[in-house]
T-cell receptor
Framework: AQKITQTQPGMFVQEKEAVTLDCTYDTSDQSYGLFWYKQPSSGEMIFLIYQGSYDEQNATEGRYSLNFQKARKSANLVISASQLGDSAMYFC?????????????FGPGTRLSVLP | ETGVTQSPTHLIKTRGQQVTLRCSSQSGHNTVSWYQQALGQGPQFIFQYYREEENGRGNFPPRFSGLQFPNYSSELNVNALELDDSALYLCASILRGTEVQETQYFGPGTRLLVL
């Protein structure tokens, strides 16, 4: 079974609008962390935001926020006021406490295109 | 800037050859992980090193091997290259690698093409 599912291979959004990128995950661990990374065409993975499984509040980092629904095992990324520079691949990733040494599991990614 | 560097940026090899990719982690980060990212896919975990010892490995054959050095640098070695090894190889450094909330910081990657 896929540990991380991102069902949107590609998304389009108009500049200055908000967009939600979906991520669902599968784990039996009680302690885990969820991460979102941005990957521009240059290839480097840029850390955006983190949500811990025990965090009661949704994480926010500037224009990025994470809509964490633990019971549904979803951790959707919301980008507000999209900018042209937001066009990139976006990856959801999970780290489970039980799997020390196995590190991060990444989803297949969503390609976001911001239209002027 | 993450403080993680990789070399070379691009590399072309032929099938059957051997390749060494290099990474320099953030100072003070004791853990380094290597990932393979095929075109159009998410990164796949190859292995992780903590204080110069391998302490985790993904589903990759033994011809993928690594080294970590005391100066926060590391290497990924791939023997007997196959066409399917063509990918972007990413290294990531992390402070310890023992806590779920620790963030990995990635380098810019090395693009390997096997002909």
């Amino acid at each position: 079974a896929q540990k991380i599912t991102q069902t949107q291979p590609g998304m389009f959004v108009q500049e200055k609008e908000a967009v939600t990128l979906d991520c669902t995950y599968d784990t039996s661990d009680q302690s885990y962390g969820l991460f979102w990374y941005k990957q521009p065409s240059s290839g480097e993975m840029i850390f955006l935001i983190y949500q811990g499984s025990y965090d009661e509040q949704n994480a926010t980092e500037g224009r990025y926020s994470l809509n964490f629904q633990k019971a549904r095992k979803s951790a959707n990324l919301v980008i507000s006021a999209s900018q042209l520079g937001d066009s990139a691949m976006y990856f959801c990733a999970m780290r489970e406490a039980q799997r020390y040494g196995q590190n991060f599991v990444f989803g297949p990614g969503t390609r976001l295109s911001v239209l002027p | 800037e993450t403080g993680v560097t990789q070399s070379p940026t691009h590399l072309i090899k032929t099938r059957g050859q051997q390749v060494t990719l290099r990474c320099s982690s953030q100072s003070g980060h004791n853990t380094v992980s290597w990932y393979q990212q095929a075109l159009g896919q998410g990164p796949q975990f190859i292995f992780q090193y903590y204080r110069e010892e391998e302490n985790g490995r993904g589903n990759f054959p033994p011809r993928f091997s690594g080294l970590q050095f005391p100066n926060y640098s590391s290497e990924l070695n791939v023997n007997a290259l196959e066409l399917d090894d063509s990918a972007l190889y990413l290294c990531a450094s992390i402070l310890r690698g023992t806590e779920v909330q620790e963030t990995q910081y990635f380098g810019p990657g090395t693009r390997l093409l096997v002909l």
